[in-house]
Each structure stands twice: as C-alpha cells, then as structure tokens.
C-alpha cells in the first residue's frame, strides 16, 4: 500500500532535499535516488514527459527509495489525477493565486469524502488491485501530498486564504517566477522579493503548513531555514551542466602545455 515517509518528516519540521528532473529519465531520476534526494520533482510543467514516461519514472524513485512528486502545468483535476494513479506521491500546481484553485486541487487529490478525485482500483498507484478498494482510498488519502505553487502577486496577496485551504500540505514558493511578477525579473535576491518570501513563509507557519522553496545552493538552504522553509529543491539537470563544466575545466587543464622557458634557436 501507499505510504509517504516524506510527509511524516514534514510534520514533524524535518528538512527535506529534493531535485528537479525535467528530462524524461528513469535513469537519471535512480541516480538521484541513490545519491540520496529524498524526494524527485518530476516537472511536466516545464518537461516533455507524458504520463507513461512519468509512471517508468515513479518506478525508479521506487527502486531507489525516494518519493515521487509531479508538478502538472496547472490545477486542472484530470491532469492531477493521471499523475496520481501511474502513483506520484505529492502534486505540485504552478501559480496558484486564490482560495478556490487550492481547494479544486486538494479536492482533486483525495477520494471521497475528503475530496472528489475519481475511484479507480486497477492502477499503478493501487498495485493494479492487489489491495481493496476501501484499502486504497485510505493509503491514498493519508499518503498523498498536494503542493499549491506560489510564485505571483496575485498569489502573494491571497496566500494566508490559500494556507488555510483544508488539504493543502505544503506551499512552495517559486522565487523566479515571483521575482518577475513582482517586477524585478531574475533578480531573486531583490529586497522586494527576499520580503515577499518572507511573508510566504510566516503565512504557512501561521496556519501550520510546511513551506518548500527553490534552494540551489548551501546559502540558499540556510537563509531560507532561518526563516522556517523545511522542504528544499535544487535541479538536477542544472547541477549536471555544472559538474560537467567543472569536470571538463579541469582536463582541459591537465592536457594544457606546461608553461616555461622558450626553447632557444
């Protein structure tokens, strides 16, 4: 049956590490697993990856023990729901600015009577009906994470109504997008957005709900604890250009020639 370690360490203010993965590999999602991540966002936001290329995905969080999460371009329940069924542990919906998107999604997460999400019993998520129904529902609901996105003004001025949203787990802050809806594109560390992901926070704390954020690098994770985020991400296909690079630099340095005296003629 569905269980979510993930969830439970949030509960209890525990910080949690996760990457992006926004190329469609299993592989790639393994190699995370075993390096450590305790949860993969895999991004169909911003990814090319259907749900079948999701589902080989879930499988390799599976085999390496880590806990797979979707971001789906927006709140709309179908979208939810198919990534939920191929057995994603946590959806995460981009740019949500009111009470009534968080309450479509976390409806949209959960069976009845804690939401509307439609009953299927022969899915990846219910072990292809190796476990009953009543079973299902209840791992489903206990296990499944829902992850309002916010990333916008809009969402900014809404976001105590959107915390207080019954379902809704985690807010999870998106300081790029933020950082250009509040006019100062790209500029995360602008004073106006630090102040705005300030607020995010205190306002998931208020209403006892966990807070994620963007977090690329050790600096980020300790500005952002400081404040009250516990649930961190960074990308992996961004730490793999990086390491590539570095990798490279140094090679490219090792063959270079030796510096030194002129050979005389």
């Known amino acids: 049956m569905l269980q979510n370690p993930l969830k439970e360490r949030l509960r209890r203010g525990e910080a949690v590490f996760g990457t992006i993965v926004s190329v469609p590999s299993p592989e790639l999602v393994e190699i995370a697993g075993v390096a450590g991540y305790d949860w993969i ?3 169909t936001e911003h990814g090319p990856m259907t749900a079948e290329t999701v589902q080989a995905m879930v499988r390799a969080c599976r085999a ?4 797979p999460v979707a971001r789906v371009p927006d709140h709309r329940p179908k979208q939810i729901l198919q990534m939920l069924d191929v057995g994603c542990l946590g959806v995460m919906v981009p740019q949500v600015e009111t009470r009534e998107q968080a ?6 997460a959960r ?8 009953l299927a019993g022969g899915t990846a998520a219910s072990r292809w009906g190796a476990v009953s129904l009543a079973e299902h529902v209840a791992a489903s609901n206990a296990a499944v994470m829902t992850l309002p996105q916010i990333e916008t003004a809009a ?5 105590d109504e ?4 019954a ?9 790029s997008d933020l950082s250009q809806s509040l006019g100062h594109p790209g500029r995360t560390d602008h004073p106006e957005v630090q102040d705005a992901i300030a607020r995010i926070v205190a306002a998931g704390r208020r209403a006892g709900v966990a807070v994620g954020i963007l977090a690329l690098t050790p600096e980020d994770v300790r500005t ?23 990798h490279l630099a140094g090679l490219r340095e090792a063959a270079a020639p030796a510096a030194g005296p002129r050979e005389r003629r």
């Open 41 to 43: 966002l895999l991004d």
């Open 64 to 67: 390496a023990g880590t806990v």
């Open 103 to 108: 309450t479509v999604l976390a409806a949209a």
């Open 111 to 118: 069976y009845a009577p804690d939401g509307n999400r439609s």
């Open 155 to 159: 969402g900014l001025r809404a976001v």
């Open 162 to 165: 959107i915390a207080g949203v």
């Open 167 to 175: 379902g809704v787990d985690v807010l999870f802050i998106g300081p």
């Open 224 to 246: 952002y604890h400081a404040l009250g985020a516990t649930m961190f991400v960074d990308s992996a296909t961004r730490l793999l250009l990086r390491a590539a690079q570095a």
